[in-house]
Each structure stands twice: as structure tokens, then as C-alpha cells.
């Protein structure tokens, strides 16, 4: 079955589906101050990207890309992208909707970061990400998993 991604556009109606998701947080909030300081269109690009399932938002994931010269995590330094704020509904969990938005995220042909959330490593791993280990000099506090495209050499940390 074939789930089509959409960007969602950051206005009223995606700020109230997403209060259906566990992970509600900061940056919704912070959408919602732009929005009610009207500095945000319905048409401003948004870092979320979502899954319908009839008119109902089932899944969604935050996505944006870090220039090489904000990169913690690549040596040599590169462009990448940050993955987070994955998540799918409850009732619509294993039905693909999790690997659908992975496998978009894989489309633009750049490295991906992402930090798990808790019992979720197995689903990274059959999505062909891997376990960063650091140097002591340069743990960040943080457990992510990365994912390389064919052809990039996995140079990192």
C-alpha cells in the first residue's frame, strides 16, 4: 500500500491534529506564537511532513536539513538532515506508515541523524540506520542513529 507524504502547512487545523501525537511539544508551540503574531501564511514552509489516512493526520515527522558548517556529527563536515518528531497514531502503527515517511526522508540523497525514542531501535535498524559511537571528547548527550546514502562514505565522528 502506498502512503503519500505531504509538507503540512503550518496553520490552525495542523496545530490541532497534532495535539493528537504524544510528542506535542516546543516547536508546535512555538508555530502557534507565529502563528497568532500572524507572522506565519497557510503557505510558509513548514519542517513537518505528514500521512493522511482519509482526512485524519496518522503520522508525521519533523524534518529540516543542517548546512555543513552547523555539522556536529560528519567528518568531513557535510550537509545532512535531522529527523525527528516521528510518530504514528496508535491504532495506525505497523501498517507502514513509520518506513513511508523514512523512506521520503531518503529521497533527498542526504545523510540522516536521528536521536531513537525509547524501544524504538529495532524499527531504526530495519530502516539501515546505524549507532554513532563517540569519542569521549565529543558525546553530545545523545544516542543517534545515522543513515547513509549510497555512494557517501560513513567518515563520521
Known amino acids: 500500500m502506498q502512503h503519500k507524504v505531504v509538507r503540512l502547512k503550518v496553520n490552525y487545523k495542523t496545530l490541532e491534529e497534532f495535539k493528537r501525537f504524544k510528542e ?10 507565529d502563528l497568532e503574531a500572524n507572522i506565519i501564511e497557510n503557505d510558509s514552509d513548514s519542517p513537518f511532513y505528514g500521512i493522511y489516512f482519509g ?3 496518522v503520522a508525521r515527522m519533523s524534518l529540516y536539513q543542517v548546512e555543513a558548517k552547523f555539522n556536529r556529527y560528519f567528518d568531513p563536515p557535510q550537509n545532512y538532515l535531522e529527523l525527528w518528531k516521528l510518530e504514528v497514531l496508535p491504532e495506525y502503527q505497523h501498517k507502514g506508515f513509520g518506513t513511508a ?6 529521497e533527498f540523497g542526504l545523510p540522516i541523524k536521528t536521536n ?3 524501544k524504538s531501535k529495532d524499527f531504526w535498524e530495519k530502516m539501515n540506520f546505524n549507532s554513532v ?12 542513529l545515522l543513515w547513509f546514502p549510497k555512494g557517501v562514505t560513513e567518515q563520521q565522528v
Do not use: C, H, I
Open 24 to 33: 506535542y511539544g516546543l516547536q508546535e508551540l512555538s508555530m502557534l506564537e
Open 55 to 57: 482526512d485524519k493526520l
Open 101 to 106: 515517511l523514512v523512506e521520503y526522508a531518503k
Open 116 to 118: 531513537p525514542r525509547v
Open 133 to 144: 559511537t563517540y569519542d569521549m571528547g565529543r558525546d553530545l548527550g545523545e544516542n543517534p
